[in-house]
């Protein structure tokens, strides 16, 4: 009797498909908003450090300087902030996870020489740049004081 019970269930599946997948030969499919792990695409980066502000975790940290981004990837609970209040978008969350390991390491990204020396060189042209107005702001400030000198007598 309770093999006649489960007959017709038993004759559906033979007609569908598996439910499961054959993992790893078919790589599996993430949802679209799977929370992975963050990825940056580290020469957009301005060293804001927005994201190390926003990171409930204390996962992340940022050398200006030095141009590089480090995550400690043990710490980040992938809550997605980051990604969110970064200005120059250079943050993502990718669909794939975190390898697992022994040991809580930080992985650190480093600028590209070029970016870095591009970015040097921007900010010497704005540092002369800026000497260059004080110097004429003060060559003005003194031919007033002279004029205005020359007036009273
Ligand atoms: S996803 Fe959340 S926890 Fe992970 S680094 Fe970004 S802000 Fe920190
Ligand atoms: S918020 Fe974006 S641009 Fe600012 S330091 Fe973080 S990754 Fe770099």
Excluded: H
Excluded at 1 to 8: D, E, F, I, T
Excluded at 10 to 26: E, G
Excluded at 33 to 60: E, H
């Amino acid at each position: 009797m309770s093999v006649l019970k489960y007959a017709p269930e038993a004759l559906k599946n033979l007609f569908r498909a598996p439910v499961t997948t054959s993992y790893p030969a078919k790589p599996f499919e993430y949802k679209e908003r799977t929370r992975g792990r963050i990825d940056i695409s580290i020469d957009d980066c301005i060293g804001c450090g927005l994201c190390t502000r926003a990171c409930p975790s204390s996962a992340l940290s940022v050398d200006k300087n030095a141009g590089t981004w480090t995550i400690n990837r043990f710490d980040c609970i992938a809550c997605g902030y980051c990604v969110e209040k970064c200005p120059k978008k250079c943050l993502t969350m990718e669909q794939n996870y975190q390898e697992p390991g022994g040991e809580k390491q930080s992985v650190t990204y480093q600028k590209s020489p070029e970016v870095m020396a591009e970015e040097a060189r921007k900010r010497e042209e704005a540092a002369a740049k800026a000497a260059a107005a004080k110097a004429a702001m003060e060559a003005k400030k003194a031919a007033e004081a002279a004029a205005a000198g020359g007036e009273e007598k």
